[in-house]
């Protein structure tokens, strides 16, 4: 299995003060761009915690051969 690299990014704000999310753009070696979906989760800390890690192990789910 080849080295994976995992892309992520976190930013804690006010609900209220977000207006929109866009995808983040990633550039590759061979010159060619990607794109990283951005994920929102609102709620207290314990239910951003628990909803994080519920997201976490989805995304491993969606690649098996992991």
């Known amino acids: ?3 994976l690299t995992l892309v992520y990014g976190l930013r ?8 929109a999310v866009s ?4 550039t590759l070696k061979n010159g060619n761009e990607a794109h990283c979906t951005m ?8 239910a951003i915690e628990a909803q994080l890690k ?3 192990d989805a995304f491993f789910d969606f690649y098996p051969e992991i």
């Open 1 to 3: 299995m080849a080295n």
């Open 12 to 19: 804690l704000l006010p609900a209220e003060e977000l207006a």
């Open 23 to 26: 995808d983040a753009t990633l």
């Open 39 to 46: 994920h929102v989760l609102e709620g207290s800390r314990e």
């Open 54 to 56: 519920l997201s976490i």
